[in-house]
């Protein structure tokens, strides 16, 4: 397991597809659907999650990623936090500054002390947003546009707070349909020239406007709901997807990308994949 991050690259993060260094991941030791708090989990209730299945899968993904130069710090599970996977909610890097989240349901409510801890044994500076609710599958960044979607677990309050404390960012809300839980479930930012986008979950004026700043890849509705749009993109056109997903991996590769397809449907089964399931502080 990796743990050291040196002065010089503490924390880096301008945008999601740069080449991925070091990222924060937590393995689903105790994973379970305790409470459903999101729309796939209350396809999968009854079913409930494999643990072990989910353990392993999550360890393939590990494995992927280290196999690609990419440093993987591993939070300690805790039976109290059977979300605790979903890292990327607890926190988000904005250049070179780590915010840890506020967390909106109380059954995730935690989980950051968990983040925080580490961070304070390695020394690490952050920032705790601890006024209104915000988690960090809603943050997007590219630059200096950070995409922030308002939803159930992230308040209007808290991107007005945030615009305060990034004067030197362009904040820029977005609307969608709050049933998809986060941005990153619907719209992610694959390129400075591409982003994947399921459409339906936006108004037409939003789908308008981010087709001004991107080449938008669409993603259909059987695919919206296996995930298709929470790909991890780890540098070089690299891009983390599900087997399932295969007209997202097709359009994809349609446009040059290198699709590294990894079972994940356990894991999805509770809301999230790749992307849910990792949060970066180093991006170069």
């Given at each position: 397991?990796?743990?050291?991050?040196?002065?010089?690259?503490?924390?880096?993060?301008?945008?999601?597809?740069?080449?991925?260094?070091?990222?924060?991941?937590?393995?689903?030791?105790?994973?379970?659907?305790?409470?459903?708090?999101?729309?796939?989990?209350?396809?999968?209730?009854?079913?409930?999650?494999?643990?072990?299945?989910?353990?392993?899968?999550?360890?393939?993904?590990?494995?992927?990623?280290?196999?690609?130069?990419?440093?993987?710090?591993?939070?300690?599970?805790?039976?109290?936090?059977?979300?605790?996977?979903?890292?990327?909610?607890?926190?988000?890097?904005?250049?070179?500054?780590?915010?840890?989240?506020?967390?909106?349901?109380?059954?995730?409510?935690?989980?950051?002390?968990?983040?925080?801890?580490?961070?304070?044994?390695?020394?690490?500076?952050?920032?705790?947003?601890?006024?209104?609710?915000?988690?960090?599958?809603?943050?997007?960044?590219?630059?200096?546009?950070?995409?922030?979607?308002?939803?159930?677990?992230?308040?209007?309050?808290?991107?007005?707070?945030?615009?305060?404390?990034?004067?030197?960012?362009?904040?820029?809300?977005?609307?969608?349909?709050?049933?998809?839980?986060?941005?990153?479930?619907?719209?992610?930012?694959?390129?400075?020239?591409?982003?994947?986008?399921?459409?339906?979950?936006?108004?037409?004026?939003?789908?308008?406007?981010?087709?001004?700043?991107?080449?938008?890849?669409?993603?259909s509705e059987s695919e919206q709901f296996t995930m298709?749009?929470?790909?991890?993109?780890?540098?070089?056109?690299?891009?983390?997807?599900?087997?399932?997903?295969?007209?997202?991996?097709?359009?994809?590769?349609?446009?040059?990308?290198?699709?590294?397809?990894?079972?994940?449907?356990?894991?999805?089964?509770?809301?999230?994949?790749?992307?849910?399931?990792?949060?970066?502080?180093?991006?170069?």
């Amino acid at each position: 397991m990796g743990d050291t991050i040196t002065k010089r690259d503490q924390i880096n993060c301008e945008n999601e597809y740069g080449t991925l260094k070091k990222v924060v991941l937590c393995e689903p030791q105790y994973m379970e659907i305790r409470e459903v708090i999101n729309n796939v989990q209350k396809q999968y209730k009854h079913e409930n999650i494999d643990q072990e299945l989910a353990i392993a899968q999550h360890r393939n993904f590990e494995q992927t990623l280290k196999s690609a130069g990419v440093e993987v710090i591993k939070l300690k599970p805790s039976k109290d936090h059977p979300e605790q996977v979903f890292t990327r909610d607890i926190g988000f890097t904005l250049g070179n500054r780590l915010f840890i989240s506020e967390m909106a349901n109380p059954i995730r409510q935690g989980e950051e002390k968990v983040l925080a801890h580490w961070m304070n044994k390695h020394n690490i500076a952050y920032k705790k947003l601890s006024t209104d609710s915000i988690e960090g599958g809603d943050v997007i960044v590219d630059g200096q546009h950070v995409f922030i979607g308002i939803s159930h677990r992230t308040c209007k309050s808290a991107i007005q707070s945030l615009q305060k404390e990034l004067p030197e960012f362009k904040i820029l809300p977005i609307q969608f349909n709050p049933k998809y839980l986060h941005l990153d479930c619907v719209f992610n930012i694959l390129s400075s020239e591409e982003a994947l986008i399921y459409p339906d979950a936006f108004d037409p004026k939003t789908v308008e406007f981010l087709a001004s700043m991107y080449n938008l890849i669409e993603v259909s509705e059987s695919e919206q709901f296996t995930m298709g749009t929470n790909v991890l993109s780890i540098g070089q056109k690299r891009v983390l997807s599900l087997p399932m997903n295969r007209d997202v991996n097709y359009q994809m590769r349609q446009h040059g990308y290198d699709v590294l397809e990894v079972d994940f449907s356990e894991i999805i089964k509770s809301g999230g994949s790749f992307r849910c399931c990792s949060m970066p502080i180093v991006r170069l």
